[in-house]
């Protein structure tokens, strides 16, 4: 399921663009919104580095920095994809409209296994978040405008089912390992059959993201056309906001920025929870997981309010099947390449497997009748504020 | 979702009475009620109390007085709700809809933390038993006189959801009890922070249900009219059986005879399962569940017998959601007020919790078509005796 | 739910058979028919026992030659049906319709308790079987030649719920089992505790299924005629490709062959597994359940490509609640005739139970729009990759 970030775009919805922007009218443009000047988090938080300032304060900044150039990047792939052409483009989009929380966890990777934890953390917490916050807030702001909202069935039922499948994969290797968990620890052949099994799983996951598509983008791309249909259109074919050496050089510089603060929130989490009182776990799934997503987040509230709910239910629910389909594969991969002494499993937490599954649950339910009102966007947003509640409590030694 | 007692009301279903009935004509109705001679059963208990009887005794018929008492309870209570106008009329059946299930809730808490398990198993079996019983038997019998019969699915994907989410929230607290288990049992401060989080889950419960009050009776109310337009209604507005001073009265005096009676029950339980051979959690879940859920159980298998299914539905859904999201926090808040040294948690045991991911499971499985015929009745009474024969074969000294 | 093999049958497909053929036109027929030859596995088969042969040739050519077999007797059975009328007839197929998986069941009962593993994940085995690799490839097939196909809701929905109370019939005595286990292993009393529960919900479960048989042959015959209609049918009435005492010789020695090969089967799989590193549960659950099913397979397959998509779903679902419902109960009761020292329960390990739940869980979902395309294929046969891949990670020991 392709996911971009179609629609942050505001001057594309003032219909008036004749062509795409020029670098420099580019940040003209950008220059205007509010959001953009969240960029100057980035110079300062070089600084904070570059004085030795406290972690917490490097952790807090490098955070605010990452939300407006993962917006950025996401505007900047989707002109990008524009230019190419359905074909490719979607593609493009599809392999980078997650490509900020790809970056974290890479960033995180690279420091070795005793970040793995705070890397699944993101992985489910972006997983839930998308699905419990996201669209949990998009449905209830599209519902105190309009009392009711419909939405293609097939479509979502198809997220839902995806979504499902990738629990699967994740739930298996946690089982394997509480399973075969003693007193004394896993065995390094259990470890290393956990580590086996989930880079399989990886694979199949990849697999199937890979055929998903080929259904959205090529055989059943009139299913998902309600989505792309409501994006705003000048006259026959949509024009990009920018052009493609613009968004080329701004896809270029915040990949690098991202990738630079990454590693300044990385380097900081752990002291940053420390002086929080917040575990890791928490720290993951609620902090570092929802700073990748602050964009698409802004983007589905703002769809919903203007009624457009495929487009919402397209962005929330097509950005978690990409994280658990395709940046969770990757992240296994890459951790092979690391050349670490152990790669990254697919064994999760029980907290985090039962909120994955609670989430996909829950998304079944409200998906299945295909209309939303604001009741079913508290219901999301409740099982999110109670798994909340359940991480924070958990115990020092984890569970 | 505001849910009442609509409908036990035999004398407007004759649609006769030209005026709502004073004390002593309700009296003279009741009179002539089967079910009201169990009402001799509370001077009977009280009878067997003063003679020292055996605990046995004294537990079935105060049982015995129980249901009465209960049915006449929510009567009354529709009936002031009916004199209070929609909005706090709503608000009132919504909030002691239920009011038996609370009364002997609180009487056991009173007794102190021995009691907890019971008041939980009453909890989890008026779930189950609201959602498998009560509603397989209604489906059941009206699939015996019609072979296929329609009701709102919004309505019921929405009472699905909630209880999906009420769920998560006795589900958490579990699964930390049963992590930091070990053969030592659980640190001071690991119980400590499992009463936490059942606190806050149990706020955030409280929150949710008096907002899906909102949607029910105020912004989405028409979703659920299907279930109200099926009541039978004289003239142009509806009249109440009793009047207010009749239905006031009623009320205060079966809320003091389901406190007395429950007093008795709750003292005599120990004994009467010993004698029994039966253990704790099942007469909690299955027994007691059962007593305060006696007076819905037989309306709604009448209004499915006269194919008003939405309002079926409503009674037994409506009442699953009324204990798990009202009357479950409402019992913990009060556990905090009692001056006991512990308070009363939302852990359970591991079966009550598959018990009702089971029974929300199948329920949303049959909800999800908005039809109902016989066998979707047997499946949902199938799963519930498999559930009362694992119940009764929990090992002596609990799971 | 009645389940047979209807349609296996490539004669009537032709349309041409004026009259039932006698058994000499009947093998001049199944001469013609390239999977016919399969047969001839059984003679090979038993030179190979004789010659005392490596175990695993053994079990490799009599699992061969129980396909043809068990397709052959499924034939018969439905032949033997339609001239017994539709009461009968119906009752036949649903009793018989999984005749084959019974008869390897029974003969791996009769070796004894050290063979219960096997037969419960020949159970397991068949039921995610049929959900996900049957179902899956029809889906995936048919979906290759029609972008949209569409199926009886209602029907499918029953399914599915029938097949969720089986799982939480199958769930609950390995929660006890889980629950109650210690380093010490189980105590006799928790053993036999867990023996009374299973045969108590397998009785339950099969008057679930007579009660399903009622009312998918009588009382809501209508919802599943699509299935029916769809059957090629010649005249008024459907002619069966065999006369019934062709049918009944067919049919006595195809059940006298499949034993036969079914007792040589079992007698080797030990060998088997280990000369080809495969742990017990991955031969049960993936060789063993998989022999017994490809008939139904082809058929689902076939029928798919002809979108007559309401039977293949009732193919394919129908015969997992065949086994769940049906062949489990009865294998669970001639347990308790054999003698052994103990009976076969319905503790499953916990790998299985997981099986069970997704593959339910994921055809609720698959199912709840009624409609199917391609990928959903994909995501069924995904799921199921996903679990083979588990099983064969099994650590020795189990788990």
Same mark, same amino acid.
């Given at each position: ?30 220059w205007k919104e509010p959001l953009s000047w969240l960029v100057l988090a980035l110079p300062a938080a070089v600084v904070l580095e570059y004085l030795d300032a406290a972690e917490l !304060? +490097? ?10 150039? /993962? ?16 074909? +490719? ?31 699944? /953390?993101? +992985? ?7 699905? =419990? =916050? ?16 419909? &939405?293609?069935?097939? %479509?979502?039922?198809?997220? /839902? ?40 799983? %990886? %694979?199949? *996951? ?16 009139? *299913? &998902? ?16 906001? !920018? ?9 270029? &510089?915040?990949?690098?920025? #991202? ?16 002086? @929080? ?26 769809? /919903? ?11 929330? #629910? ?6 658990? @389909? ?5 992240? #296994? ?14 064994? &999760?937490?029980?907290?985090? +497997? ?19 009102? !604001? ?25």
């Open positions: 399921m392709a996911e971009g970030n179609p629609g942050t775009n505001p001057v594309t919805d003032a219909g008036a663009t004749p062509s795409p922007a020029d670098l420099g009218t580019a940040l003209c443009g950008l !304060w +490097i952790f807090m900044v490098s955070a605010l920095a990452i939300v407006p150039l /993962a917006g950025l990047m996401g505007r900047a792939t989707e002109n990008l994809a524009e230019t190419l052409g359905a074909g +490719i483009g979607g593609l493009l989009n599809a392999t980078f409209g997650n490509a900020a929380e790809l970056i974290i966890g890479l960033m995180a990777l690279w420091k070795g296994p005793a970040m793995y934890p705070l890397v699944k /953390a993101s +992985i489910t917490g972006s997983i839930i978040g998308n699905i =419990l =916050l996201v669209l949990g807030m998009a449905i209830l702001v599209g519902g105190l405008y309009y009392p009711r909202q419909v &939405f293609n069935r097939t %479509a979502a039922g198809m997220g /839902a089912t995806l979504l499902a499948l990738a629990s699967i994969g994740l739930i298996l290797p946690t089982l394997y390992y509480r399973l075969q968990h003693t007193a004394a620890g896993l065995s390094a052949e259990a470890l290393h059959n956990i580590e086996s099994l989930s880079e399989e799983i %990886a %694979a199949i *996951l990849a697999v199937i993201y890979l055929l998903s598509l080929v259904f959205s983008l090529r055989t059943h791309r009139h *299913l &998902f056309a309600g989505a792309e249909e409501e994006l705003p259109a000048t006259g026959e074919h949509r024009q990009p906001e !920018w052009n493609r050496r613009t968004s080329l050089i701004v896809l270029l &510089f915040t990949t690098a920025g #991202v990738a630079w603060m990454s590693r300044l929130l990385v380097g900081s989490v752990e002291h940053a929870g420390q002086a @929080l009182g917040l575990n890791h776990v928490f720290i993951g799934v609620f902090v570092v997981a929802i700073i990748g997503n602050a964009a698409e987040h802004s983007t589905a509230v703002l769809m /919903a309010s203007k009624n457009k709910m495929d487009l919402t239910v397209h962005i929330a #629910v097509g950005s978690g099947i990409q994280i658990a @389909l395709f940046v969770a594969p990757v992240l #296994v991969f890459a951790s092979m390449l690391l050349g670490h002494p152990q790669s990254l499993d697919l064994h &999760f937490t029980p907290l985090e +497997i039962m909120a994955v599954i609670f989430a996909v649950g829950v998304l079944a339910l409200v998906a299945q009748d295909g209309e939303t009102h !604001w009741m079913e966007g508290i219901m999301l947003l409740g099982v999110y504020v109670i798994l909340a509640l359940a991480f924070y409590h958990l115990p020092g030694g984890g569970l």
